[in-house]
C-alpha cells in the first residue's frame, strides 16, 4: 500500500533538503577587482560612455564639458574616471594665460599627486582641432598624459601637429572659464605663477599660502549617479 506523506510533514522535509543545499553552496570567490582608489590608478580604469557630460562647480560658477569617447579614447576613459571619482574636487586653475589656455589638474593632496605622476597613459591619434572651448590633456612628452587638462581660450590649431588630442568642448559656461583668475601669469620657473612641482608636492597648503586668488574647483561629477571614493 503507498504511503502518504502529510502535507505538514513534507514541507519540513522539503525545507531541510534546501538548507542542507545552502550549507553545501561553495562560496562564491571574491572579485579580483580592486575597490576604486584615488590612491590606486589602476582601479580606475572603466571604459567611458561614447559620449557624456561632466559637470564643473567652481570658485567663479559653473560650466559643463561634453565629451566625445571617439576623438580621444584613452584620454576620454582616463578623464571619466578622474571626474567620476573626484580626482578634480578642490583643485586650481593654476596656470590661467588669457587667449591662450586654462590648466588644471594637480591633486590638491600631495598623497594623491605622488601616486599619480607615473601613471601614464598612451598617445591618441589627433581627431579634432584645438579649437576655443575644446579640452584636451596637458603632456611633458610622447605618451606622458597623466591628468593634467587644459582649455582652450582661443583657436589653438598649433598645437594639433604636436600630438594634443582634444576628448570633449565646454558646451554650458565658456564665459565662467573666461573669467579665472589669470594674474599670477605663466607658471614658475619661466613666470611668477605657480611652480608645478611644488603643487604635487605641498599640494593646497602651498597655492593658498602664495597663490590665494586662484580660482579652484569645488567638484566635478558626472552628470549621472556619481561614486566617492573611500
Known amino acids: 500500500m503507498k504511503k502518504i506523506i502529510p502535507i505538514a510533514l513534507a514541507m519540513l522535509f522539503i525545507a531541510a533538503s534546501l538548507w542542507g543545499q545552502a550549507e553545501n553552496k ?3 570567490a571574491p572579485s579580483s577587482k580592486p575597490e576604486a582608489s584615488l590612491l ?3 582601479s580606475m580604469a572603466e571604459q ?4 557624456f557630460k ?6 567663479k560658477g559653473d560650466f559643463v564639458v561634453e565629451v566625445t569617447r571617439a576623438w580621444s579614447p584613452r584620454g576620454a576613459d582616463r578623464f571619466y574616471n578622474l571626474v567620476k571619482y573626484h580626482f578634480y574636487d578642490g583643485a586650481a586653475f593654476f596656470r590661467v594665460l588669457p587667449g591662450f589656455v586654462v590648466q588644471f589638474g594637480i591633486s590638491p593632496r600631495p598623497e594623491v599627486s605622488r601616486v599619480w605622476q607615473p601613471a601614464d597613459i598612451p598617445d591618441d591619434r589627433v581627431t579634432q582641432s584645438n579649437t ?8 611633458g612628452g610622447p605618451n606622458t598624459r597623466t591628468t593634467q587638462v587644459f582649455i582652450n581660450l582661443a583657436d589653438n590649431s598649433s598645437l594639433n601637429n604636436m600630438g594634443f588630442s ?3 568642448k565646454v558646451i554650458e559656461g565658456m564665459k565662467v572659464v573666461d573669467k ?8 614658475a620657473p619661466s613666470g ?13 597648503a602651498y597655492l593658498e599660502k602664495n597663490f590665494p586668488r586662484l580660482d579652484t574647483i569645488q567638484t566635478a561629477v558626472i552628470l549621472t549617479a556619481a561614486i566617492v571614493p573611500k
Not at 567611458?48 to 559620449?51: L, M, N, Q
Not at 561632466?54 to 570658485?59: E, I, N, Y
Not at 576655443?132 to 603632456?139: C, D, E, I, S, V
Not at 611668477?192 to 593646497?204: L, S, T, V
Open 180 to 187: 579665472f583668475y589669470s594674474g599670477y601669469g605663466e607658471g
Open 54 to 59: 561632466a559637470k564643473f562647480t567652481t570658485t
Open 48 to 51: 567611458a560612455p561614447a559620449v
Open 26 to 28: 561553495p562560496a562564491t
Open 166 to 168: 582634444p576628448f570633449g
Open 192 to 204: 611668477n605663477g605657480p611652480a608645478q612641482d611644488r603643487i604635487q608636492k605641498e599640494g593646497k
Open 40 to 42: 590606486n590608478p589602476s
Open 132 to 139: 576655443r572651448g575644446t579640452l584636451t590633456f596637458a603632456t
